[in-house]
């Protein structure tokens, strides 16, 4: 399995971004996929993530600000981050699993695949 995102990009604050994750190989249709990112010095932690069902689970920080969705049929996930702020920068990462659900995808350790990740920088 692969994951490729893109996306990233260098944005000023109140901007807005669109992260794109494409999934490969033997990925299957039952996966909850989610983007997490880590800060310099931080620990990766979840954004936002959507399960195979639909549900999803947002960050705190993110609510109202990002949305998390996914095209079946592209096996692709996207998240929408609008109203950006400096310290949304960070590299994120698209991942999934077949075992993580709409809680548990909170852990980074219940993830399976990692795609390379991307840089979002947020000028204030």
């Known amino acids: 399995v692969q994951l490729q995102a893109s996306g990233g990009g260098l944005v000023p604050a109140g901007g807005s971004l669109r992260l794109s994750c494409v999934a490969s190989?033997?990925?299957?249709?039952?996966?909850?996929m989610a983007w997490y990112r880590q800060a310099p010095g931080k620990e990766r932690v979840l954004v936002a993530g959507?399960?195979?069902?639909?549900?999803?689970n947002y960050a705190d920080f993110v609510k109202d600000r990002f949305i998390v969705g996914e095209d079946n049929g592209e096996n692709t996930v996207y998240l929408q981050m609008n109203d950006l702020r400096p310290d949304d920068t960070a590299v994120y990462y698209c991942?999934?699993?077949?075992?993580?659900?709409?809680?548990?995808?909170?852990?980074?350790?219940?993830?399976?695949?990692w795609g390379k990740g991307t840089q979002v920088t947020v000028s204030s």
């Open positions: 991942a999934a699993s077949s075992r993580a659900r709409m809680l548990t995808m909170a852990s980074p350790s219940n993830m399976d695949y």
């Open positions: 190989g033997a990925i299957g249709y039952s996966n909850t």
């Open positions: 959507i399960t195979s069902g639909g549900n999803t």
